[in-house]
């Protein structure tokens, strides 16, 4: 019926409502940045934010003077995980790499994308710190 539809669309809207509030709340601090050997590396460790939202959240934190920006999201008992790569730090390690890095890190296999934007996922949570560990010694 109309009256479904219409209630549906409008959940629909609140939700992507909710997240565009959950992304905004996202800000980028002195202890999210790491200096890995000249190369500013930048680490987000978020909660509920879906796979399907890191892209736009990337998006919004990437900054020109960021090297790699790596955002790690628990959802649901698993990790999504995005890397982002400034065309110059890609030449050198690309975010895919460093993407494979961190999903093997988490028990999973694979992650892909392009040179400056990858996607990974894993489902060992408490792998995290191991896995933000390779990153930096990847990039040392």
Do not use: F, H
């Amino acid at each position: 019926s109309a009256r479904v539809d219409s209630l549906i669309q409008t959940n629909k809207e609140l939700s992507q409502q909710v997240t565009n509030l959950k992304l905004s709340a996202v800000q980028i601090t002195e202890a999210d940045k790491e200096d890995c050997n000249g190369k500013l590396l930048v680490i987000k460790q978020v909660s509920d934010v879906p796979a399907k939202d890191l892209r736009m959240l990337a998006s919004r934190l990437w900054k020109e003077e960021y090297s790699y920006l790596l955002l790690l999201s628990v959802v649901d008992k698993k990790v999504a995980v995005l890397c982002q790569a400034s065309s110059e730090a890609a030449s050198k390690v690309s975010a895919v790499t460093l993407a494979q890095l961190v999903a093997e890190s988490l028990g999973a296999k694979g992650g892909g994308g392009s040179p400056q934007l990858a996607q990974a996922g894993g489902v060992n949570i408490s792998a995290i710190p191991e896995a933000i560990k390779k990153v930096k010694e990847s990039l040392a």
